[in-house]
């Protein structure tokens, strides 16, 4: 139970860094698969454990909401203060999870490097025809239509999907469509009530739905069946995803140092919870 909620608390704290995924930290802390497993029980008819995979996911959520409420100032603060040095806290925790996550899910299979550099090339891809940085209001909101409900419903599967993905941003998977921007100055004036403001919201979380619940099935399916490529994509995404986490800008002597400190402190958080676990 405890390394449930801390997991969650993980996941909730990775979603509130940009561009970070909170699958990664699922796989990081050992609860990606029986998530995977969990969801895609409760949801089969001849479910067999369905009130403990309720229970579990239960868990899951109660991190995740104490990680988003309880660090989000936290982290505002940490990213307005100290950006690099938290993002390099954040690789460190990825990077010291590695050999650990090979011994543990490859379960002595070889690596498949054609699926690696995949998982490498996806990451790689969304990173290059990610926009820019930047804050944009939206103040004007599309007319609800058919073709646009379609398109939400479509967007927020994607974005669900990635949410379970290691290494994968389901906001940065929205950037790359275009619709990030909306969807944010949605949440933003959801109390204003406005019927073209809630009914695309509710065809965006109805795609989450639908995507987290494909998605945890199309996993569980290929890591039973495919558990060697499976895993080797996802340590492609994970590798590929820490590394273009780096900041690009000038370091100082200073800045080297204290980013240096906070990788390794990142690295210290992952091994005391992989031994606390144990």
């Keep these: 139970m405890i390394k449930t909620i801390i997991g969650g608390i993980a996941v909730g704290i990775a979603n509130i860094i940009p561009g970070v995924s909170g699958g990664t930290m699922m796989v990081v802390l050992g609860i990606f698969n029986p998530l995977m497993e969990a969801i895609n029980d409760v949801v089969s008819i001849n479910a067999k454990h ?4 309720i229970i579990f996911i239960a868990q899951v959520l109660v991190g995740v909401l104490i990680g988003l409420v309880g660090f989000a100032k936290v982290i505002e603060y940490l990213f307005g203060n100290y950006y690099t040095q938290t993002m390099f806290w954040f ?68 974005s669900g999907a990635a ?39 509710a065809a965006i979380a109805l795609g989450i739905v639908l995507g987290i619940i494909l998605s945890s099935k199309v996993t569980s399916y290929c890591l039973e069946k495919y558990r060697a490529r499976t895993m080797s994509f996802i340590l492609g995404l994970i590798i590929a995803s820490s590394v273009v986490l780096i900041p690009l800008q000038a370091y100082t002597l200073t800045l080297g140092v204290t980013c240096v400190a906070s990788f390794l402190v990142g690295g210290a958080i992952i091994l005391g919870i992989e031994k606390l676990v144990k």
């Design 163 to 201: 949410m379970l993905l290691p290494g994968i941003s389901g906001s940065m998977l929205m950037l790359i469509i275009g619709e990030y921007y909306y969807f944010k100055s949605y949440i933003a004036n959801v109390f204003t009530f406005q019927i073209n403001i809630l009914i695309p919201l």
């Design 50 to 53: 369905r009130k403990q995979d």
């Design 91 to 158: 690789i460190g925790m990825i990077v010291f999870s590695i050999p650990s996550l090979i011994k543990s899910e490859m379960k002595g299979k070889k690596l498949d490097l054609i699926w690696f550099i995949l998982g490498l090339a996806v990451i790689a891809a969304m990173y290059y025809f990610s926009p820019e940085k930047g804050d944009v209001v939206i103040t004007v909101f599309p007319a609800v239509s058919l073709f646009r409900l379609i398109k939400l419903i479509f967007v927020g599967s994607l």
